[in-house]
């Protein structure tokens, strides 16, 4: 939006007059709570019929509506007409009200500052040397900005800025300054610091570095407008990196911080002021970004390591796709994608068809509420290749109506589609990692929300693959009803595999069946020991024919019901 367009918008709106209307309240009734006071003003607005049906004195009380008269008792009116002449350019006789405020700004009152500071226009970076690459992390209050920030710094070797670390030490080093006095109210209450300030403070940030390879900038912008003015007067960022994260847990990390930090902006009065003002400018602000190709979203409400993890195989693949990066937690061949064995095609080139999508509070989006999700039973089928899960699964689908959800399913599936996500999933498992585990829960989540409405329950095969994705998911969701376990012996399951890949066009060799073999034994037991602690956990015998596994299973199925 230009400045016509503004100016255009607060006359179209009747802004000014609205402006005129509430100080006068203010400064009429001087409430002990003048944003309490404000929001009842705002109510009256919406009930008159909107900004035009305002006038001057419409929040003046009734007891002082009167203003004390001017002049030995004349009325302004009056005043003006004996004082200035018939022929006066003055605009009060153009005007019934204020004339329209052509820009409010702290940065145009000067007033409050005792520098007069004005924004040039001028070259932040050298033109005639690369531009280094701009990472711009963003989310609520809370959703760890900071931190994966710092991580993100590190591992590449950039610089890291904090825009609000930045506004702070300004703070305290002007605090006899009127206006950073004013700024460091507006920001202790929970509101924005004025675009002007911020735009400003960061490029003399970024002029003070120009030899770095790499920036990234912590908590900027915060709204569309914000990150206009930094396209226009500084660059268009390389990468931005949205972090989700439910509203309870940016609440309760915003608290706990408080507790620890004593930072003034974390009260409860301001977090509360500060998680609205989030909410209402996070989706407009993610879309833009969207719209441009730039965002990439994670979900933050998990552990930060995971978090990270996630998010340096999305830069790697986002901003260094020909480079060498570091190999990923976890070295385990991409063969255990899937009970089945099946390869998966690592090398396909995947058009980038945009993000995934969570919502601002890091919520899936797809299908039905959480509270709902928590209420389905979910079981979870965890044996070794050769076991006879599929088979078993599908009987069980078939008697009791549940959803089966595979893994290794749901991520072939993401694969072919070509979404940001595929490519983070490609490129982790071509270093021989498994997919992130973050990604994998996603997934599921969003397969469950979809089948809400038609299904009796979920049967949950392949997974969790560690204690961790255990962890989270009993955290995201719920722990589940019941963990069956497929107990067989390794030479029996080696017998299946080959007689199962008999006249297929893959034949799994003995190296290669003891190896999956392998996989299975270290990744199951520890977390059926996990879960021998926490639910319940049934092993069934999977040595007999598949009848009298069946007949096992549902026996150990109907004690949940």
């Given amino acids: 939006m230009n400045t016509n367009d503004a100016k255009e918008y607060l006359a179209r709106r009747e802004i000014p007059q609205l402006f005129e209307s509430l100080l006068n309240g203010l400064m009429c009734s001087k409430p002990e709570d003048p944003v309490e006071y404000l929001e009842s003003c705002l109510q009256k607005v919406k009930e008159l019929g909107g900004c035009d049906k305002v006038k001057w004195d419409t929040f003046v009380s009734q007891e002082k509506k009167t203003l004390p008269p001017l002049n030995g008792g004349q009325s302004r009116r009056s005043f003006l007409r004996n004082v200035m002449p018939e022929n006066s350019n003055f605009p009060y006789r153009r005007y019934d009200r204020l004339p329209p405020i052509h820009q409010f700004s702290i940065e145009s009152d000067t007033d409050l500052s005792e520098t007069a500071e004005l924004i040039e226009e001028y070259e932040v970076f050298d033109p005639t040397r690369p531009r280094p690459k701009i990472i711009l992390v963003i989310g609520g209050p809370g959703s760890g900005k900071g931190t994966q920030s710092l991580k993100i710094a590190e591992r590449y070797g950039f610089q890291y800025i904090s825009v609000g670390e930045l506004l702070r030490k300004k703070i305290h080093s002007t605090s006899s300054n009127r206006k950073w006095s004013l700024i460091a109210k507006i920001i202790t209450t929970g509101e924005l610091a004025p675009q002007e300030t911020t735009i400003t403070e960061i490029k003399q940030k970024l002029m003070q570095i120009p030899d770095e390879e ?35 847990r940016l609440k309760e990390r915003l608290l706990k911080r408080a507790e620890q930090q004593g930072r003034p902006d ?17 989706a407009p602000l993610v879309k833009y970004f969207q719209e441009k190709g730039l965002i990439m979203t994670f979900d933050a409400d998990r552990d930060e390591d995971e978090v990270f993890y996630d998010i340096s195989m999305a830069v790697d693949s986002k901003l260094f796709p020909n480079k060498e990066a570091a190999a990923g937690s976890g070295d385990l061949d991409p063969s255990v994608l899937s009970d089945t064995g099946e390869n998966v095609d690592t090398g396909s080139d995947y058009e980038d068809q945009g993000d995934d999508q969570l919502n601002i509070f890091g919520e899936d989006t797809v299908g039905g509420s959480m509270e709902d999700l928590r209420k389905c039973k979910i079981i979870f089928m965890i044996g070794g290749p050769g076991s006879g899960k599929g088979t078993q699964c599908g009987k069980l689908v078939e008697k009791y109506g549940f959803t089966h959800l595979s893994t290794g399913e749901l991520l ?23 997919a992130p585990a973050g990604i994998v829960l996603e997934l599921l989540m969003e397969a469950m929300r979809a089948n809400l409405g038609s299904t009796k329950g979920f049967l949950i095969d392949d997974y969790p693959r560690e ?21 067989c012996s390794a030479d029996t399951m080696t017998d299946r595999l080959r007689r199962r890949s008999q006249g297929s066009p893959r034949t799994d060799d003995s190296t290669t069946i003891t190896k999956r073999l392998e996989t299975y034994y270290r990744a199951s037991i520890p977390v059926m020991a996990y879960y021998e602690t926490k639910t319940q956990l049934r092993k069934i015998n999977a040595e007999g024919a598949p009848e009298e596994v069946f007949l096992q299973l549902c026996t150990a199925i109907d004690s949940i019901f």
Avoid: W, Y
């Avoid at 974390?266 to 996070?282: E, G, I, S, V, Y």
């Avoid at 589609?417 to 270093?431: C, F, L, N, Q, Y």
């Avoid at 204690?467 to 069956?484: A, S, T």
């Fill in 266 to 282: 974390d009260n409860l009065k301001a977090t509360q002021r500060r998680l609205m003002n989030f909410k209402q400018n996070a």
């Fill in 214 to 248: 790499g920036i990234v900038i912590d908590g900027f912008p915060r709204d569309v407008a914000q990150a206009l003015s930094f396209e226009d007067q500084i660059c268009t960022p390389d990468l931005v990196v949205f972090l989700a994260c439910a509203n309870q």
């Fill in 467 to 487: 204690v961790k994705q255990g962890e989270e998911f009993g955290r995201r969701i719920r722990d589940p009803h019941l963990v069956i376990s497929l107990d």
């Fill in 412 to 434: 072939r599936n993401e694969l072919s589609s070509g979404s940001e996500r595929s490519k983070v999933i490609r490129d982790t498992m071509a270093r021989g990692a498994l």
